[in-house]
């Protein structure tokens, strides 16, 4: 987790059109009712491209159709973005569709195939209505203006709001951008949550390198999410970079790659938050920070059990300081931990030490359960390693939701 | 899953006393405001024994006394079990606390600490307070004639019900009977879900015969269940074989053992179902069979993914046919799998044919969803193994018990 922002700087009205070579725009195509549901980010040249999918053994056709592109030369310049459906569970003709969308989008841009990826979320189980993606990507492409924002609305779906972050930073004393769009909403969880984030910046970067920046920013940020422990059949991170900035190509024997890896970091970590917060129905963003774990994977493996417990969720809807969900969740996740080693803090306040209550002021605990983020800290006494996850509150709106989403 | 009663019987008006040599009762000692929070189950014998614990990490201390006392010879003359207070995460003096529990006991009932198991469930991080347990116990052994409906009661924390089952059936021409009894509702998970459950029994079993039918028979049942994904540090099911029905000691040589060991299935799938339909909020029941897996395992990890997941649970709480949702469950359970081979029936409705929606008729569905037990069945196509899982949907009410359970 990054909070430092003394080398890079957060930019206001941020959108991923903003590194230099990009732009978005997005369109109404008729498979919402009245919202737009296609949306299109264009860069000027092939930029070198990475990304991570869903482990879902059913991969919608979109994430195959992208994987498809990726093999050639891990070069993208275009991505296309539907939401309202899926285009998952489809078979044969919803790997038909989905060639369809990417080749159709390549004619109009006179560009080949392979630099053209495609993303869809939304119902699964329907096909696309090819006639309206058609006549929506003609207008998309050849009489649609720049227009980013446009982007980050045609991509969500039960979200409520868009989500969207950029720093910049100097690489070789150039100003260098780093920018990224998400949606979330539902069937959020870890190993790619239900969810599609797209992130672009002007670096120098090769595809290689780019790829392993992204595993590795994704295990500390994507995969530490979790809305309801559904991994979806849909989910994509992709970035990718123009080399427009014009410093020298970064590798990690560049002098300037850990301040580029950190704020690369934060663009991952911001938009994963915000998709946290805005998980259905969610009211407050709940934050689990381990700390004393004997390995990194056991201090992921905590943090996202409790995280992502229903009744830890519940316990925070209710402002309820019921640490015992928070010490059950750990123990479940990890049977080798030893309850008498273990510390728990709501915010500032311990309310267990060495596995036992400490005599809290409960008025105390509630302040911290009101918060708009609540900060949730344990200490396992058993290592050195940490690790943060990020969820949200179980609530009435998330059944409400989730009981009528189709209908 | 067994639904032939062709040649054992389920008893009406069921009860943990009805085997030979048993009698329970429960009393008002002061832990809950009003209602029955301690009761015993007696053997006038000592009984074989076997128990199954929580994996939970943090196991509580009365898991860990009724281990010393089974350490000793795998027998149990009773089990004193307390509600309200889980007396988890309590330390050295929680520990304490349940062997002065048990020990208490066992000095009224005038027997060796060893042959006395205790158990305990409701928050976790109290201790129990023990002037009232001691006063409870006195009146509980000395004053309180058999009535294993008070027991049945005393174990409840947020059951809307009481939990019972017996059978019979005859073994070497003698009647055996086998009860149980069961406390569930919320932390339901496999791998000892937040439940309490007594089996007894009058056949003539050793404890290692008893022990081994047991953990057969808990991966097939009370591990196939989950309300809310949440494994307590309290679980425990714990069957006691009085020997009164005075047949030849059953081995696994014995004609009648596979009789005996599908009865006792039955006895613990019908606590196991009881538990999954009462679970905190629930209106219905769901039933997952997997079938065409190529494991065992495999069967009972997709089973179990789609009874656990959240999505799937709205969806049939709002009686919605979104079998992608189901689909999506068995796919991030198992990343083997080929979706182009998988059937999705809704009850007697096929909704998924080879990966693909077919075109069922969606009131047809809904009638389904309708039903007090909503059957999901997938045949994965990948092997000829099954498994069942049991759950409940999640609906408004689970959110509001959990968000307000301990104030």
Redesign the interface.
Same mark, same amino acid.
């Given at each position: 987790m990054i909070t430092g922002t003394d080398w890079f700087q957060i930019l206001e009205n941020p959108s991923i059109a903003l590194p230099a070579g990009f732009s978005a725009k997005g369109v109404h195509a008729g498979l919402k009712r009245k919202r737009k549901d296609l949306g299109i980010i264009q860069c000027e040249v092939p930029a070198s491209a990475a990304a991570v999918y869903t482990?879902?053994?059913?991969q919608a056709p979109p994430i195959k159709v992208t994987q498809e592109s990726m093999g050639v030369e891990n070069k993208l310049q275009a991505v296309v973005v539907n939401s309202a459906i899926?285009n +998952? *569970?489809? #078979?044969e003709r919803g790997l038909e569709d989905a060639r369809q969308m990417r080749d159709q989008a390549a004619d109009l841009l006179n560009i080949p195939s392979h630099l053209v990826a495609v993303a869809s979320t939304g119902?699964? @189980?329907?096909y696309l209505p090819m006639d309206r993606v058609t006549t929506g990507l003609q207008r998309l492409v050849t009489e649609t203006d720049n227009q980013p924002a446009a982007f980050a609305e045609a991509i969500l779906t039960t979200d409520t709001c868009t989500k969207e972050i950029a720093v910049t930073l100097e690489i070789d004393g150039k100003p260098v951008t780093i920018a990224g769009v998400a949606k979330g909403s @539902?069937?959020i969880?870890p &190993?790619m949550a239900t969810m599609l984030s797209f992130i672009t910046t002007d670096a120098k970067i090769g595809p290689d390198h780019l790829q392993r920046l992204l595993w590795q920013t994704t295990d500390e940020t994507f995969n530490m999410i979790t809305v309801?422990?559904? $991994? !979806?059949?849909n989910d994509m991170v992709l970035v990718m970079a123009s080399g427009y900035a014009g410093h020298r190509p970064l590798t990690g024997q560049h002098p300037d790659w850990a301040r580029f890896q950190a704020a690369f970091q934060y663009v991952c970590e911001a938009l994963s938050k915000m998709i946290a917060r805005d998980g259905e129905g969610a009211t407050r963003l709940i934050q689990v920070r381990v700390e004393g774990a004997p390995s990194k994977e056991a201090a992921r493996k905590v943090a996202k059990s409790v995280v992502? !417990? &229903? /009744?830890v969720k $519940?316990?925070v809807? @209710?402002e309820?300081a019921?640490? #015992? =969900?928070v010490? *059950?969740?750990? @123990?479940?996740a990890?049977? !080798? /931990? &030893?309850?008498?080693n273990m510390d728990i803090w709501l915010g500032p306040v311990q309310v267990?030490k060495?596995?036992?209550?400490t005599d809290f002021r409960e008025e105390l605990a509630e302040q911290v359960l009101k918060q708009d983020v609540v900060e949730i800290r344990l200490d396992l006494g058993a290592g050195m390693e940490e690790a943060v996850a990020w969820g949200c509150d /179980? $609530?009435?709106e998330?059944?409400?939701i &989730? +009981? !009528?989403? =189709?209908?």
């Amino acid at each position: 987790m990054i909070t430092g922002t003394d080398w890079f700087q957060i930019l206001e009205n941020p959108s991923i059109a903003l590194p230099a070579g990009f732009s978005a725009k997005g369109v109404h195509a008729g498979l919402k009712r009245k919202r737009k549901d296609l949306g299109i980010i264009q860069c000027e040249v092939p930029a070198s491209a990475a990304a991570v999918y869903t482990v879902n053994a059913f991969q919608a056709p979109p994430i195959k159709v992208t994987q498809e592109s990726m093999g050639v030369e891990n070069k993208l310049q275009a991505v296309v973005v539907n939401s309202a459906i899926a285009n +998952a *569970c489809t #078979g044969e003709r919803g790997l038909e569709d989905a060639r369809q969308m990417r080749d159709q989008a390549a004619d109009l841009l006179n560009i080949p195939s392979h630099l053209v990826a495609v993303a869809s979320t939304g119902v699964i @189980g329907e096909y696309l209505p090819m006639d309206r993606v058609t006549t929506g990507l003609q207008r998309l492409v050849t009489e649609t203006d720049n227009q980013p924002a446009a982007f980050a609305e045609a991509i969500l779906t039960t979200d409520t709001c868009t989500k969207e972050i950029a720093v910049t930073l100097e690489i070789d004393g150039k100003p260098v951008t780093i920018a990224g769009v998400a949606k979330g909403s @539902g069937m959020i969880h870890p &190993n790619m949550a239900t969810m599609l984030s797209f992130i672009t910046t002007d670096a120098k970067i090769g595809p290689d390198h780019l790829q392993r920046l992204l595993w590795q920013t994704t295990d500390e940020t994507f995969n530490m999410i979790t809305v309801d422990g559904d $991994t !979806s059949t849909n989910d994509m991170v992709l970035v990718m970079a123009s080399g427009y900035a014009g410093h020298r190509p970064l590798t990690g024997q560049h002098p300037d790659w850990a301040r580029f890896q950190a704020a690369f970091q934060y663009v991952c970590e911001a938009l994963s938050k915000m998709i946290a917060r805005d998980g259905e129905g969610a009211t407050r963003l709940i934050q689990v920070r381990v700390e004393g774990a004997p390995s990194k994977e056991a201090a992921r493996k905590v943090a996202k059990s409790v995280v992502g !417990s &229903n /009744l830890v969720k $519940t316990a925070v809807f @209710g402002e309820d300081a019921n640490w #015992g =969900r928070v010490i *059950c969740a750990a @123990g479940y996740a990890d049977p !080798s /931990l &030893n309850p008498e080693n273990m510390d728990i803090w709501l915010g500032p306040v311990q309310v267990v030490k060495k596995g036992m209550a400490t005599d809290f002021r409960e008025e105390l605990a509630e302040q911290v359960l009101k918060q708009d983020v609540v900060e949730i800290r344990l200490d396992l006494g058993a290592g050195m390693e940490e690790a943060v996850a990020w969820g949200c509150d /179980l $609530t009435y709106e998330y059944v409400r939701i &989730n +009981a !009528s989403y =189709r209908t």
